[in-house]
């Protein structure tokens, strides 16, 4: 990223043409840009006014609204300003040349509006990255996610597991600068034990989660998996109502796992569409079913398919998976208990299919209220501090010394306070902001 006193503009609205463009300014020239810009000249703080953007030449941009806003109180931090012009492109390219013609001012890159923020703690890591996840959500449900976390309540989670951290390593450090006093171990072991203890269940508890936060954030995985030919690439089709795997009556011509997006009961998911698990008949093939198993196994949801006119045989499926027989239309299947029955062909019994996928997925999805984890990064975060909790209570147990037993629960907290970012690590930074759009 680049230099931070640089003046940053961008276009924070919708790809042109639209009705309205808002055009976003932050840095230290923003005064001075408005000063000049806005033809009637900087306006009062945070009021909004009508009137005519020029550029230095004096040269109409276009009319509309602006609104100056000084820092600290900005969304960055810094002074900012917001232009509502009318949407279409040259007006826009016309109001950032005439931005950018300002020294030290440039475009911004992707995120870097909340880098800012996040630098002039504005808003932490877990917050910055819920923002992100506000403007990507398309469901209510990652909505809703992206709120709690945006809003701060995961990181004040966060925070008070910290304190307790904290709290417990300053009932340590008695123990350690009064090692000689006959009773300071016994008086502080009980209380650090508890403490710790008690973070230990609750880390347990928030990693419990079925990866719940991440599975609505990034999407339920389903895998359709069965006997070549069953019609797993025809049902996966029909899903996603378009040809997206290769149909065909020669076994094994699913290879690769195939893969489509969709949103089922408010979920975003993704269902795979995998290679016939058979004896292979080439190397090639044969990969496709190793993967074929791997996704069934990583997968949230496996509908297992047998076709009508073959062997049907479900002993492979597990509890919780679907079980559906195809190709109802070639040969009469009977009716039986937890069991489905279409043909991909008709379209026969499809929206049952659909409905029970549905109600699985949004089940799963509202299993937890607020869930805690939303992505990856947290998990190891929290896996890390958990797994150093853990080896400060065991040497705790066996007898260990107080400064070690400090140095790894300094260790746990050090994990929770990277988590919201308090302990830059750049490349963190950089993987997390780099995931924002230009303008945000
Ligand atoms: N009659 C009938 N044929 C089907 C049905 N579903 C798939 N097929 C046919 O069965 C063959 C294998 O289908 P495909 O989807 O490629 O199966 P996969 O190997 O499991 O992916 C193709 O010729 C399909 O047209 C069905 O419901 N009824
Ligand atoms: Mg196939």
Redesign the pocket.
């Known amino acids: 990223m680049a230099d931070a006193r640089d003046t940053i503009c961008a276009l924070a609205s919708g790809p042109p043409p639209s009705a309205i463009a808002i055009v976003r300014i932050s840095g230290p020239r923003v005064r001075e840009i408005c000063a000049s810009v806005f033809e009637a000249g900087l306006p009062a703080p945070r009021r909004s006014v009508f009137g005519r953007f020029v550029d230095v030449s004096r040269e109409t941009i276009d009319e509309g609204l602006g609104i100056f806003m000084p820092g600290p109180k900005s969304y960055t931090g810094e002074d900012t300003a917001e232009l509502y012009l009318h949407g279409g492109s040259a007006v826009i390219d016309h109001a950032l040349d005439a931005i950018c013609e300002f020294p030290d001012t440039r475009l911004a890159e992707p995120g870097e509006f909340t880098r800012r923020a996040f630098e002039n703690g504005r808003v932490d890591l877990v917050e910055a990255e819920g923002i992100a996840d506000l403007i990507d959500a398309e469901t209510r449900a990652q909505k809703s996610l992206a709120l709690n976390q945006l809003d701060g309540a995961l990181s004040a989670q966060y925070a008070k597991w910290r304190e307790k951290l904290v709290e417990a390593l300053a009932l340590l450090e008695v123990s350690i600068d009064f090692p000689d006093e006959e009773d300071a171990p016994d008086e502080t072991t009980s209380p650090v034990t508890n403490v710790l203890d008690s973070i230990r269940h609750a880390f347990i508890e928030a990693l419990q989660d079925d990866e719940v936060g991440e599975r609505i954030r990034e999407g339920f995985r389903i895998a359709i998996v069965?006997p070549?030919?069953?019609?797993?690439?025809?049902?996966l089709n029909r899903l996603a109502r378009r040809e997206a795997?290769?149909?065909?009556?020669i076994?094994g011509?699913?290879r690769d796992v195939v893969e489509v997006r969709l949103k089922i009961g408010g979920q975003i998911v993704w269902i795979a569409?995998t290679a016939?698990l058979r004896e292979a008949g080439d190397a090639i093939e044969a990969e496709g079913i190793r993967r074929a198993r791997e996704r069934a196994e990583a997968a949230d949801l496996r509908i297992h398919?047998r076709a009508a006119d073959e062997n049907v045989d479900f002993s492979e499926a597990g509890a919780g998976d679907l079980n559906v027989v195809?190709?109802?239309?070639?040969k009469a299947y009977p009716a039986e208990e937890g069991v489905f029955i279409l043909?991909?062909?008709?379209g026969d019994g499809l929206a049952d299919l659909e409905s029970a996928i549905a109600d699985i997925v949004s089940a799963k999805a509202n299993r937890t209220i607020a869930p805690l984890i939303t992505r990856k990064r947290h998990r190891l975060s929290l896996q890390t501090s958990l797994f150093h909790v853990e080896q400060a209570l065991d040497l705790l147990g066996r007898g260990g010394g107080a400064e070690l037993v400090a140095e790894d629960v300094r260790l746990a907290a050090r994990q929770l306070s990277s988590l919201v970012g308090e302990i830059g690590v750049e490349e963190v930074l950089g993987a997390v902001f780099s995931s924002f759009c230009i303008g945000k």
């Open positions: 069965g070549p030919n069953a019609g797993k690439s025809s049902l795997a290769i149909v065909s009556d076994p011509t699913t569409d016939g398919l195809n190709k109802s239309d070639r043909s991909t062909l008709t």
